[in-house]
């Protein structure tokens, strides 16, 4: 899979439903497109699968030694609150009450979608995470990309 991108403006209705992009759901293989895993960010947003990504990632997860209480720990905390959420008839998935408080959504969303992963972030929250600091992207790219190996075509 070559991955998802871009930024989704949505809606969350009383009922903690959204509507899912046409232009995301384009992006998912058909065969994808009804089922999906929502857990807990490592930040405050929810992050969102498909469900065969989840199992992917699951198996990569739960073959940790669990004797190890670091992996222990990690793998609780990795699957807590993880939901299965089906796409409805409408196009709509509805958002569990735990995972909402969690990530202090209530309205407007921002789905944040990039390589294998859709993040869920209240706009409020997005925004903060996003905040353009001036010099501080070129100072993170260059601790973060100035050691990598150089690209051919340059």
Request: aromatic content about 10%; glycine content about 8%; some cysteine.
């Amino acid at each position: 899979m070559a991955g998802f991108i871009g930024e989704f403006p949505c809606t969350v209705d009383d009922k903690g439903r959204f509507l899912l992009p046409s232009g995301l759901k384009k992006q998912v293989p058909a065969k994808e497109q009804k089922r999906f895993v929502v857990h807990r960010g490592f930040d405050k947003h929810l992050v969102m699968y498909t469900r065969k990504e989840w199992e992917r990632i699951s198996a990569e997860v739960n073959s940790l030694n669990l004797y190890v209480r670091k992996n222990l720990e990690f793998v609780r905390k990795f699957n807590r609150g993880a939901s299965d959420v089906e796409l409805d008839g409408t196009n709509r998935l509805l958002l569990p009450k735990t995972l909402t408080e969690y990530a202090g959504i209530k309205k407007d969303i921002i789905l944040f979608a990039f390589g294998t992963r859709i993040e869920i972030w209240s706009e409020e929250e997005y925004q903060r995470m996003m905040k353009d600091d001036g010099d501080g992207f070129a100072k993170l790219a260059e601790d973060v990309m100035g050691g990598a190996k150089k690209n051919d075509e340059e």
